[in-house]
């Protein structure tokens, strides 16, 4: 096929008013008579809440202080399930939970208004530890169970097969929450239009689903939200939940003005997902060959207050956790956990960036235990086109992880294990 | 003492929504009046060059030049849904959406050009940088452009384009949940200081299968980009979340790689067309990251000889498990 087009190195389009600093980021946008606002969040993990705005409105140039009285539809948000509160209402769940959002003419009085909201906490007992989380004693952050999920992957028999095995080997691993640190910190404005359309102008990743959601939260049709989303400074699934998004429709909608806020650094930590951080105990052996025969893993994962995608990023975890390699034989047990840690949602590699940090240490391990290299044993266990994977699906096309690892073996230079010697 | 070591990672990752969850994004493409073609989709740039690579898809169907694509993509009411800018699946999905969107739209385009032209079919008709003319002969021809003046609406043409998955079993976990995978593999040198626990990173090499590369310069950047979070993941960032909450809620504290961090990374890019991708290119926004942090750790191993099973890998951290090894040794020479 001969293309034009595909495969030459264009210049990005969108380059050159970003290397020129003209590109519009919501943080850029100032519209004429716009309010500030700024958003009071818990410093609770866990606890009943009282609020009284009633100093905090009295300041001058405050035009109004919302919390979840002022939400003119459903008071929740969520991905997958409409856990998230748009301000909380009786409870908070985690540090950082969204309870007020303080609207006022100036940038002065939004800060010492959110000085002046009375919020009375009555501490809940809170539970940081997933696998605490996880007994059936736990207090529970949402419902009767912490355990949102558990994805079971069974192919074969893996205790015939450990059986069989020549070298087995078995560790814990640990990984931790981890944030998106994408450059340009959340911020949007809001404002009406002549015929009543909302408008909300922020950086997301998915404007028709923050449509919907916005819709939902202020109670009216969705062709009645518009979100523009103009230039993103990065997302790696940080901008997939809603942060300000619902709150500036809100205070658009009821000031009849356009309203802005924009984030700190600090703020941006608190208020969108983290990666999940995940506990993963992994059993592997092969014969003295070097076959693959058996793997056996459990994966419990922390998504802390709030489930947002963990159920999809759990299963990710699961069905990704052998690794580009054809095992007869696995048994993966995923769980996702409700705690009171930050939350935790999609992140660059969404459940499968954790299982590499076990499988291919196990892999190594393996190796050095047959006085293998790393490469030659990789090689004798990878997909190629027509493997089967754990979950029975057929690669029938398009599998040149063989390429990928003789390319990188042959420039990074890996010596044989044998020819060293072994490892120090 | 500095102590070197080479370590590999390599992984496979499942692009798009997966388990049977409705994978569907759509495109509009339309001529407009100057002869270039507007399409609209509501895929996100979010840095990772969507608005680039696609507007290459949408070029390479139209035999057009990207300077000819206006790409449109920021507001809800007048672009359809095309799902999210995650699960690296723009490229696949929105990307055969735009290509479905393109290719009617260049039959459309055809037809009048026939018509225009005063010709008996679209047989052999050939749509190249603006113009459509019989390939044998090339100077009976007619612009974009005028093909749009001589409409008294303009052609527009809308594709959906919807990714085959399936939901797995509950039980047995047994399905075909994602597609296409694509694989990558990382290799690293890194040089251990024994006496205060530092790693650097000497040497990097990065192998992405991309099916086939839309735009390598795009992937290039993704692979610096995927390698830096990588690094990070594997021995830097730590939020020290203490009763749920965050410490380091700054960069002062919470500690990211900088370009001083950074090795000049080899980029391999491997094609091997996938058949149902636009014109054989799958996604690899997160796939370039994934296989970094396992090969650090792996090279970490090989350095000094400790296994760290949990990250990162801090020079505390790393210290003290060269300590303890060093302690069992020498408990093992006596």
């Known amino acids: ?424 | 003492m500095k102590k070197r070591g080479i370590g590999i990672g390599s992984i496979f990752y499942g692009t798009g929504y997966g388990n049977g969850f409705p994978d569907v994004s759509k495109a509009v493409a339309q001529l407009k009046s100057d002869g270039k073609i507007a399409i609209y989709v509501g895929a996100t740039e979010v840095g990772q060059g969507a608005k680039t690579a696609l507007s290459q898809i949408a070029a390479e169907v139209l035999g057009l030049s990207v300077d000819d694509i206006v790409f449109i993509n920021e507001d809800t009411s007048i672009t359809p849904d095309s799902g999210t800018a995650a699960a690296s699946r723009q490229t696949y999905n929105t990307g055969n959406a735009i290509k479905l969107a393109c290719e009617k739209l260049k039959r459309d385009i055809l037809e009048v050009a026939k018509d225009y032209l005063g010709l008996n079919s679209i047989v052999g008709l050939t749509l190249k940088n603006g113009y459509v003319y019989p390939k044998t002969l090339p100077e009976k021809r007619v612009s974009l452009g005028e093909i749009s003046e001589s409409l008294e609406s303009s052609l527009k043409e809308e594709a959906v384009f919807t990714a085959q998955t399936t939901e797995m079993d509950e039980e047995t976990g047994q399905g075909a949940p994602y597609w296409p995978y694509t694989f990558s593999a990382c290799g690293v040198e890194v040089e251990v200081d024994t006496e205060t626990g530092r790693v650097e990173i000497i040497r990097a090499v990065l192998a992405q299968d991309v099916g086939r590369a839309i735009n390598p310069e795009l992937i290039e950047g993704q692979i610096d980009g995927g390698f830096a979070m990588g690094a990070g993941y594997a021995l830097y960032e730590d939020l020290k979340i203490e009763k749920g909450k965050i410490k380091n809620n700054s960069f002062t504290n919470y500690l990211i790689p900088t370009s001083l961090d950074m090795p000049d990374i080899e980029k391999v890019i491997i094609e091997d067309p996938e058949s149902t991708a636009p014109y054989g290119a799958k996604g690899i926004g997160e796939p370039v990251m994934i296989p970094v942090a396992p090969a650090i750790l792996n090279a970490i191993y090989d350095a000094v000889g400790v296994r760290m099973t949990e990250i990162p890998v801090t020079p505390e951290k790393l210290l003290k498990a060269i300590k303890e090894k060093e302690m069992t040794y020498n408990e093992g020479k006596n």
């Open chain 1, 1 to 424: 096929m001969r293309l034009n087009s595909i495969g030459k190195k264009i210049i990005r389009v969108d380059g050159l008013s970003k290397v020129k600093g003209k590109a519009l980021y919501p943080q850029d946008i100032y519209m004429e008579g716009m309010l500030y606002g700024k958003t009071l969040r818990s410093s609770r993990p866990h606890a009943y809440i009282n609020i009284d705005t009633s100093r905090a409105e009295k300041i001058d140039g405050v035009v109004k202080v919302f919390t979840y009285k002022d939400v003119p539809g459903k008071n929740c948000h969520g991905v997958l399930f409409k856990d998230h509160e748009v301000f909380c209402s009786e409870r908070v769940r985690r540090v950082g939970d969204p309870i007020a959002f303080v609207v006022a003419t100036n940038k002065k009085a939004v800060e010492e208004a959110i000085e002046v909201i009375d919020v009375n906490y009555e501490d809940i007992e809170a539970v940081f530890d997933p696998l605490e989380a996880m007994k059936e004693e736990s207090v529970k952050i949402h419902g009767n169970s912490n355990i949102i999920y558990h994805y079971k992957l069974r192919k074969g028999d893996v205790e015939e097969a450990f059986k069989r095995c020549h070298v087995i080997v078995e560790s814990e691993y640990k990984t931790p929450m981890v944030e998106h640190a994408f450059l340009q910190p959340e911020a949007g404005i809001a404002y009406t239009e002549d015929d009543g359309t909302i408008v909300v102008c922020a950086s997301t990743q998915y404007p028709h689903f923050d449509q919907i959601e916005v819709a939902e939260a202020l109670e009216v049709n969705k062709d009645k939200v518009k979100i523009i989303n103009p230039a993103v400074g990065g997302a790696f699934g940080g901008r997939e939940d809603i942060t300000l998004q619902i709150h500036l429709a809100i205070a658009a909608k009821v000031t009849g003005r356009p309203v802005k806020a924009v984030y700190s650094r600090e703020e941006s930590f608190l208020a969108h997902s983290k990666r999940h951080s995940m506990i993963m105990r992994y059993k592997t052996g092969c014969n003295k060959d070097g076959k693959l025969l058996a793997m056996e893993a459990e994966i419990i994962g922390d998504t802390g207050a709030y489930a947002s995608w963990a159920i999809n990023v759990l299963r990710k975890a699961g069905v990704h956790a052998t690794g580009p390699y054809e095992i007869p034989n696995v048994k993966v047990d995923s769980y996702a956990v409700y705690t009171n840690n930050p939350f935790a949602g999609a992140m660059r590699g969404f459940g499968a960036t954790q299982v590499p940090i076990a499988h291919e240490q196990q892999m190594d391990m393996l190796s050095e235990k047959l006085n293998m290299d790393p490469v030659t044993f990789r090689l004798k266990n990878i997909f190629k086109k027509g493997s089967k994977t754990a979950t029975g699906q057929v690669l029938e096309e398009s599998v040149p992880i063989d390429r990928c690892i003789k390319e990188v073996a042959d420039r990074i230079g890996i010596t044989p294990l044998s020819e060293r010697g072994g490892v120090v």
